[in-house]
């Protein structure tokens, strides 16, 4: 069934529902577009992590302050030379079968993201593990000699290649929860379906109706108490405008405004916006001509001049030739290519390009209106200031993320947001090992400097290692052209309470009352 087809029958069926205030106890929100899984050691977009977040916790996570605190483990321990971590289960967390936690389950789940077979795009969060990354990549094959290891039912221990100054707050994201082998091995690739997945977050899984709606209710036996809410509804609404006339009809509570809108409705009560963790960047395609070229990569991104972006969005981002972003530490904002129009035609001569004889640029991007929006710009600058051709394709979520891993377009958009609030997480992203770098760039010594920063303790030779990473990234090579960091503009129904968006635009339920 056509997208558009399928919005308007959507639309029409949410429509129907009651004009009366919704049961108290039911939060309905937007996620946009369908989960491409609920499997945490395959995911990899921020949709699916919407839903796992309620449906999960890990060893630790993050608390007000973005700090890793307890969760699944009530303590740990590292040793002084940093490199071995013993972490301490909670007494009493079980599964929503009622199967106890064990410290064997997050073994078998850390194994299980390594394993090559996986083919799982976030593996390298845990090459700093002994052993990982020689594992994965199939020059170990005994997953024994990984270096974690459950010492009984309650006690997982760690050991380290090298100390990493932010390890437990890599325990806070998706890829490290816990997994079952025999749920996993029992079903299959259905396995996350209602009728089998188990799970120990505040919520569980109660429907998935694909292309439609996900119900989640609490989970009674979660350890820090079940949640307030009796039922999340999170339906799959493409058009953020749609989104937006269901939520002004009281059919929706919060929902993402849509960049359009932003003017009118920033005095709205229940309007939000935080600056975001999360940065906005065009990727080329580095095995494919013209980008084959760091000169031409360079040129094209000195041919944007990043400060019309915020004007067209309006929704408070940043403009930014940088990577790490504002409020994330080691951020430089001195570092990036400056817009410089006629040094971006001098680099397409110095490379012997002609623009005039160049096929059309291929742009794709993911179906919505803000990626559309930004593309539109971009096509306009780079048609004005090198006079190229350019043709915008956009293309469904799942569809777009498959390509991305299969063959790239020439150019695409993509964001990443922080998993964990260190640095590490944005500049590792494109070291050469990465499974999300789809930008077919590598660089040694990229990766020697992401590496030796991770394990630096001192902040001043740290900033240094991510200040030269950040130039081969961002001003040298450029397989990446930043181009603004994100914030996040929300609706919420006065009727929730107890919801407050933060800057890693991660939403947890557990504590949101509906009245």
């Given at each position: 069934m056509?997208r558009?087809?399928?919005?308007?029958?959507?639309?029409?069926a949410?429509?129907?529902?009651p004009?009366?205030?919704?049961?108290?106890?039911?939060l309905?929100?937007?996620l946009?577009?369908?989960?491409?899984?609920?499997d945490?050691?395959?995911?990899t977009?921020?949709?699916?992590?919407?839903?796992?977040?309620?449906?999960?916790?890990?060893l630790?996570?993050?608390?007000?302050?973005?700090?890793?605190?307890?969760?699944?483990?009530?303590?740990?321990?590292?040793?002084?030379?940093?490199?071995?971590?013993?972490f301490?289960?909670?007494?009493?967390?079980?599964?929503?079968?009622?199967?106890?936690?064990?410290?064997?389950?997050?073994?078998?789940a850390w194994?299980r993201?390594?394993?090559?077979?996986?083919?799982?795009?976030?593996?390298?969060f845990?090459f700093?593990?002994r052993?990982?990354?020689?594992?994965?990549?199939?020059?170990?094959?005994?997953?024994?000699?990984?270096?974690?290891?459950?010492?009984?039912?309650r006690?997982?221990r760690?050991?380290?290649?090298?100390?990493?100054v932010?390890?437990?707050?890599?325990?806070?994201?998706?890829?490290t929860y816990?997994?079952?082998?025999?749920?996993?091995e029992?079903?299959?690739?259905?396995w996350?379906?209602?009728?089998?997945?188990?799970?120990?977050?505040?919520?569980?899984?109660?429907?998935?109706?694909?292309?439609?709606?996900?119900?989640?209710?609490?989970?009674?036996?979660?350890?820090?108490?079940?949640?307030?809410?009796?039922?999340?509804?999170?339906?799959?609404?493409?058009?953020?405008?749609?989104?937006?006339?269901?939520?002004?009809?009281?059919?929706?509570?919060?929902?993402?405004?849509?960049?359009?809108?932003?003017?009118?409705?920033?005095?709205?009560?229940?309007?939000?916006?935080?600056?975001?963790?999360?940065?906005?960047y065009?990727?080329?395609?580095?095995?494919?001509?013209?980008?084959?070229?760091?000169?031409?990569?360079?040129?094209?991104?000195?041919?944007?001049?990043?400060?019309?972006l915020?004007?067209?969005?309006?929704?408070?981002?940043?403009?930014?030739?940088f990577?790490?972003?504002?409020?994330?530490p080691?951020?430089?904002?001195?570092?990036?290519?400056?817009?410089?129009?006629e040094?971006?035609?001098?680099?397409?001569?110095?490379a012997?390009?002609?623009?005039?004889?160049?096929?059309?640029?291929?742009?794709?991007?993911?179906?919505?209106?803000?990626?559309?929006?930004?593309?539109?710009?971009?096509?306009?600058?780079?048609?004005?200031?090198?006079?190229?051709?350019?043709?915008?394709?956009?293309?469904?979520?799942?569809?777009?993320?498959?390509?991305?891993?299969?063959?790239?377009?020439?150019?695409?958009?993509?964001?990443?947001?922080a998993?964990?609030?260190?640095?590490?997480?944005?500049?590792?992203?494109?070291?050469?090992?990465?499974?999300?770098?789809?930008?077919?760039?590598?660089?040694p010594?990229?990766?020697?400097?992401?590496e030796?920063?991770a394990?630096?303790?001192?902040?001043?030779?740290?900033q240094?290692?991510?200040?030269?990473?950040?130039?081969?990234l961002c001003?040298r090579?450029?397989?990446?052209?930043?181009?603004?960091?994100?914030a996040?503009n929300?609706?919420?129904?006065?009727?929730?309470?107890?919801?407050?968006?933060?800057?890693?635009?991660?939403?947890?339920?557990?504590?949101?009352?509906?009245?």
């Open positions: 056509p558009a087809v399928w919005g308007f029958l959507l639309l029409g949410l429509a129907c529902l004009r009366a205030a919704p049961p108290p106890g039911v309905r929100i937007n946009g577009t369908e989960p491409p899984t609920l945490w050691t395959r995911a977009d921020s949709v699916s992590i919407q839903v796992i977040d309620q449906l999960m916790r890990g630790a996570e993050l608390g007000p302050d973005l700090r890793p605190v307890p969760a699944l483990a009530e303590r740990w321990e590292v040793t002084p030379d940093g490199r071995v971590y013993t301490h289960l909670r007494e009493g967390v079980r599964w929503t079968d009622g199967e106890p936690l064990r410290a064997e389950h997050f073994v078998y194994r993201l390594l394993d090559p077979q996986t083919a799982a795009e976030y593996a390298y845990l700093p593990v052993g990982a990354r020689a594992y994965n990549a199939g020059k170990l094959r005994d997953p024994n000699a990984i270096g974690v290891r459950a010492l009984d039912g006690t997982l760690v050991e380290l290649e090298g100390p990493l932010y390890f437990p707050s890599i325990t806070t994201f998706m890829v816990p997994a079952r082998r025999d749920v996993i029992a079903y299959g690739e259905r996350t379906e209602p009728e089998h997945i188990v799970t120990l977050g505040p919520f569980r899984l109660e429907a998935w109706e694909h292309e439609y709606r996900i119900l989640l209710r609490p989970n009674h036996d979660y350890f820090a108490g079940p949640p307030r809410l009796k039922q999340i509804a999170a339906y799959m609404v493409t058009e953020g405008s749609t989104a937006l006339i269901l939520f002004e009809q009281g059919i929706l509570d919060i929902v993402r405004v849509p960049p359009l809108e932003i003017r009118r409705l920033s005095s709205h009560p229940g309007y939000r916006r935080v600056p975001a963790l999360r940065g906005y065009y990727g080329f395609n580095t095995e494919e001509a013209p980008f084959d070229d760091s000169r031409v990569r360079r040129a094209f991104g000195m041919a944007i001049d990043r400060a019309e915020p004007k067209v969005l309006r929704g408070g981002e940043l403009a930014a030739s990577w790490i972003p504002p409020g994330m080691h951020h430089n904002p001195s570092i990036g290519l400056r817009f410089d129009a040094g971006a035609r001098r680099l397409l001569r110095d012997g390009v002609d623009p005039a004889k160049l096929p059309p640029i291929r742009v794709v991007y993911n179906t919505d209106q803000t990626h559309r929006l930004v593309a539109q710009n971009i096509q306009k600058q780079w048609q004005n200031n090198l006079g190229v051709r350019v043709e915008l394709d956009s293309r469904e979520w799942k569809v777009f993320l498959k390509e991305l891993v299969v063959k790239p377009s020439p150019v695409y958009r993509l964001g990443w947001g998993d964990f609030p260190d640095p590490d997480n944005f500049m590792s992203l494109f070291a050469s090992y990465s499974a999300n770098n789809h930008t077919r760039w590598g660089s010594r990229y990766d020697r400097l992401v030796r920063a394990r630096e303790r001192d902040p001043s030779r740290r240094a290692l991510y200040d030269e990473a950040q130039r081969i001003e090579e450029v397989p990446i052209v930043p181009l603004f960091v994100s996040i929300l609706l919420v129904s006065e009727r929730i309470e107890g919801f407050e968006p933060n800057p890693m635009d991660l939403m947890f339920f557990e504590g949101v009352e509906a009245h």
